[in-house]
């Protein structure tokens, strides 16, 4: 921690350069969730709701409870979207299918992640 906030004292733009990759993976996460949705039938749950929500679930996901945030993401969306009128098989499809989506994704630079680079290995 001592280390990265001494580089972006060194190079404060960087910091704006993090904050702008960020907005612009909540907003990419954002516009799947919203497509996962329709794609689900959900028609009371559009973009705005979801960008409400959704960093409040993705958030909650990653606490110490479950394995990769099964169950915990699930039950977030059934907290969340019941009292707009989601039924909670639906709302439970929604979290394992943004989990699917985000395995999916995420295997396509597994080859990368495990072939990657070794000259800049830390020992």
């Known amino acids: 921690m001592h280390t990265g906030v001494g580089r972006l004292r060194q190079r404060p733009l960087a910091a704006l350069y993090v904050v702008g990759v960020g907005l612009l993976y909540q907003g990419a996460m954002v ?39 099964l169950g915990v993401r699930e039950g977030a969306f059934v907290l969340f979207l019941t009292p707009l009128g989601v039924p909670t098989e639906q709302a439970v499809a929604l979290g394992l299918l943004i989990y699917a989506l985000t395995l999916v994704v995420s295997l396509i630079g597994a080859p990368a992640f495990a072939l990657g680079s070794r000259r800049n290995a830390v020992v």
């Open 31 to 69: 516009l799947a969730a919203t497509a996962a949705a329709r794609s689900l039938g959900m028609t009371n749950v559009g973009l705005t709701v979801l960008a409400a929500f959704l960093p409040a679930v993705l958030i909650s996901q990653v606490l110490p409870i479950g394995i990769s945030g």
